[in-house]
């Protein structure tokens, strides 16, 4: 393919930019003073229950404009005047060309299933409040992209994130001494999380699902222009294309807390039956949450105000459990994120708002 790639090829303006700047600005603003404020009446008061301490912190004026600001930022970032979803709306006849006629590359692969069937718990969740999801509008994923190359929700920065994840894979197989063949990252969206790993694990044959084209069609023109050869592939995590024991590794960067506890399941069963023995289930996501009750209230505040329903019953999924009863040995779970040194984690909330990140790690018990 030839230089001039298209997938950063929306057009923005001085207006846009200064409009996200100020967004950006109150997000700092919404995740420190304010989240500091909150944090410190909420663990004032003498209950121990979420739905008391909701009913509690409603008078609150901090409370109430930290919720307000939670949900309205996040709507501006995408369909104000100059948000990122307005912006490439008005470019989608010329976004559009670009995904349909994407040229072949020698380096990646895409492999597109026009007959999948979308789950519902896809279909009936703006996540992060994007209107349509990634699925109604192939073009969506312009927005999306753009808007996770700007810093995420919680201030981290996501470039960050995905290379610290792609070492935590790296790591997790020098561990129990396994040189991966095959590695499949479930709910890839473009390959952010793929191609980290294709970088860090280069010899290894790279396979990202989605359940979504738009975002695995964006994702192959960017896989091109990096010239990372990733195959992306539209599947579900629940129902994988590859034969029973073909995969060294099978990991998740940010999925799971898009599904609910009976997918995440199936998911698993999923891994299973495609691991070789001795292969490995790797996730990162918002499995653990620090700070006891208000940290809980604040997580699942997060999960419905910015539409990610599923972040909520996340935390109570016993993976440990789910994932021992499979099969699995060796369960590690842990809290990590570069981000965590410098806030003071894990024993306490960290003093500005994060993403509360950890990493399951397990291994397919070997058959004798
Ligand atoms: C937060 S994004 C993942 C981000 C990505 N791993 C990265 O690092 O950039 C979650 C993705 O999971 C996808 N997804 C949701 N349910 C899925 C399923 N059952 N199978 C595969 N992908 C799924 C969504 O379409 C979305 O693109």
């Given at each position: 393919?030839g ?7 929306w057009?923005?303006?001085f207006?846009?930019r ?10 700092a ?5 304010l ?15 979420m ?5 509690a912190?409603?008078p ?9 600001l ?6 501006l970032?995408w369909?104000?005047?100059w ?15 670009l ?16 007959d999948?069937?979308?789950p519902k718990?896809?279909?009936e ?10 699925w109604a ?14 810093l ?43 191609r980290a790993i294709?970088?860090?694990l280069?010899d ?7 359940v ?35 995969t ?16 995440i ?9 495609v ?26 505040g997060?999960?419905a105000?910015n539409n990610e329903?599923y972040?909520h019953?996340?935390i109570h ?11 699995f040995?060796?369960?590690?779970i ?18 500005k708002?994060l993403?509360?990140?950890s ?10």
């Amino acid at each position: 393919m030839g230089d001039a790639l298209p997938s950063r090829a929306w057009k923005d303006s001085f207006e846009a930019r200064m409009f996200q700047g100020y967004i950006a600005g109150l997000k700092a603003y919404w995740g420190g003073e304010l989240y500091r404020q909150v944090v410190s009446q909420a663990t004032s008061l003498p209950v121990s229950e979420m739905a008391e301490l909701e009913e509690a912190m409603k008078p609150h004026v901090a409370y109430r404009l930290y919720a307000w600001l939670e949900r309205r930022l996040q709507q501006l970032k995408w369909s104000g005047r100059w948000g990122f979803s307005t912006l490439v709306s008005e470019q989608k006849e010329a976004l559009d060309g670009l995904i349909e006629k994407a040229p072949s590359d020698p380096h990646g692969k895409l492999i597109l299933n026009a007959d999948l069937i979308i789950p519902k718990y896809v279909l009936e969740t703006s996540t992060h409040q994007q209107k349509g999801g990634l699925w109604a509008e192939a073009t969506n994923a312009y927005a999306l992209a753009w808007y996770t190359t700007g810093l995420s929700f919680s201030g981290t920065n996501p470039d960050e994130l995905v290379d610290w994840y792609a070492a935590l894979v790296k790591q997790a197989c020098t561990d129990c001494e396994l040189v991966p063949h095959v590695i499949i990252d479930m709910g890839c969206t473009g390959g952010r999380s793929t191609r980290a790993i294709k970088r860090a694990l280069p010899d290894a044959e790279l396979i990202g699902c989605d359940v979504c084209d738009g975002p695995l069609r964006h994702g192959y023109l960017r896989s091109s222009e990096e010239r990372c050869a990733v195959t992306l592939a539209q599947w579900s995590a629940e129902d994988l294309g590859v034969a029973d024991q073909s995969t060294d590794v099978v990991t998740s960067h940010w999925l799971y807390h898009e599904m609910p506890p009976s997918a995440i399941r199936a998911s698993m069963a999923e891994a299973q039956r495609v691991l070789k023995p001795g292969g490995l289930f790797l996730a990162y996501d918002m499995f653990m949450v620090p700070g006891g009750l208000v940290g809980k209230w604040l997580h699942s505040g997060y999960a419905a105000r910015n539409n990610e329903p599923y972040a909520h019953t996340l935390i109570h999924f016993d993976f440990r459990k789910e994932l021992e009863s499979m099969g699995f040995t060796n369960v590690k779970i842990e809290l990590t994120s570069p981000q965590y040194a410098s806030a003071g984690m894990p024993d306490q909330l960290p003093t500005k708002r994060l993403h509360y990140m950890s990493f399951i790690s397990a291994r397919l018990e070997c058959v004798k």
